[in-house]
Nanobody
Framework: QVQLLESGGGLVQAGGSLRLSCAAS????????MAWFRQVPGKEREFVAV????????DYGDFVKGRFTISRDNAKRTVFLQMNSLKPEDTAVYFC???????????????????WGQGTQVTVSS
């Protein structure tokens, strides 16, 4: 019932920017905490950013703090990830995640979230 679709990934040079989008359907979007994770082959899925249901609280993984910004537009049922000053280490598949629980009741581990998109590839060249 809940469907998440990421878009906006691609190839960019180090220092460049990308904006990822995640469109949700089948949900009352404003009642879902939204998050971004990323994963590279052979490694665990890594927390990137989270935004609460009302869009008033955000948090970020240490590696991306100060460079990435998460936001949401509940009317458009979409969450965004603005990525600036990209580094080759940011190369990964980026996943959108959603859960009906509140921000305070969720953790930064991937198994905390119920719904996931298919992912979008981000590649940063040096």
């Amino acid at each position: 019932q809940v469907q998440l679709l990421e878009s906006g990934g691609g190839l960019v040079q180090a220092g460049g920017s990308l904006r990822l989008s995640c469109a949700a359907s089948g949900v009352t979007f404003s009642l879902y905490t939204m998050a971004w994770f990323r994963q590279v082959p052979g490694k665990e899925r890594e927390f990137v950013a989270v935004i609460n249901r009302g869009g008033t609280v955000t948090d970020y993984g240490d590696f991306v703090k100060g460079r990435f910004t998460i936001s949401r537009d509940n009317a458009k049922r979409t969450v965004f990830l603005q990525m600036n000053s990209l580094k080759p280490e940011d190369t990964a598949v980026y996943f959108c995640a959603a859960d009906s629980r509140t921000y305070r009741d969720l953790t930064t581990t991937s198994n905390s979230y119920t719904y996931w998109g298919q992912g979008t590839q981000v590649t940063v060249s040096s």
